[in-house]
């Protein structure tokens, strides 16, 4: 799998997601390799996009379409300024993987001291989180760049996702969450409280 992260600044809200519309019913029959979206508008009138496809390569060829091309060109209309692109690889599924279903997703991008290890503790004993946070549906974990990473989790509700962060971790599992948070470096989370999910 190939994930592609757009982000940026909105000019127009109410273009955006009626580009996204358009996509939904005109663009995505005919993509090449595509695998689902998951987007949304975020606070300060940021957006961002995580396209997902089969692999880059495909993903290559499908922004190669003229319809894709046009496609772009209409929504970017709705941007302010240039947005930032990450094409991210080595995509790894935990616990349920992405889910249309949720009702809050947060996308985590940030630079990791040991972007191997990160993802190590992250994928220990995944059934024990799910135990202590059920609210998570699961996510998608990818890299790119030297020490780039892009998590992006998936919850039932907003609500139920801050009540699980405002927990305390049951005692075994606190020196796994601290070294996490130690590993995760300098991160940015984005949460999209309306998340748009569509899939092929």
């Known amino acids: 799998m ?3 992260v757009i982000r940026g600044k909105l000019a127009d809200e109410a273009g955006f997601r009626k580009t996204i519309d358009r996509f939904d019913t005109e663009v995505k029959p005919g993509a090449i390799g595509y695998l689902g979206t998951t987007a949304g508008v975020l606070d300060g009138g940021g957006f961002v996009i995580c396209a997902r496809f089969e692999s880059e390569d495909l993903a290559m060829q499908n922004s190669d379409r ?3 091309g046009a496609f772009f060109a209409e929504a ?6 240039e947005p930032t692109f990450y ?3 080595d995509i ?3 616990l349920a993987g992405g889910s249309d279903d949720a009702g809050f997703v947060q996308v985590m991008i940030g630079h990791s001291p040991d972007r191997d290890a990160l993802r190590k503790v992250a994928m ?3 059934e024990q989180l799910q135990q202590a946070r059920p609210e998570i549906i699961g996510g998608l974990s990818g890299n790119f760049g030297d020490d780039g990473f892009v998590n992006i989790a998936y919850f039932t509700s907003e609500a139920a ?5 405002a927990s305390e971790p049951p005692a075994d599992m606190k020196d796994r969450v601290d070294e996490f948070q130690r590993l ?3 991160v940015e989370f984005l949460d999209i409280h309306e998340p748009i999910l569509l899939s092929k």
Not at 76 to 81: M, V
Not at 161 to 165: I, S, V
């Open 2 to 4: 190939f994930i592609q």
């Open 66 to 68: 003229p319809e894709q």
């Open 76 to 81: 970017s209309k709705n941007f302010d300024g």
């Open 87 to 89: 094409n991210v690889t």
């Open 92 to 94: 790894e599924p935990w």
């Open 124 to 126: 220990e004993d995944t």
């Open 161 to 165: 996702a801050r009540e699980g962060e």
């Open 184 to 186: 995760m470096g300098n």
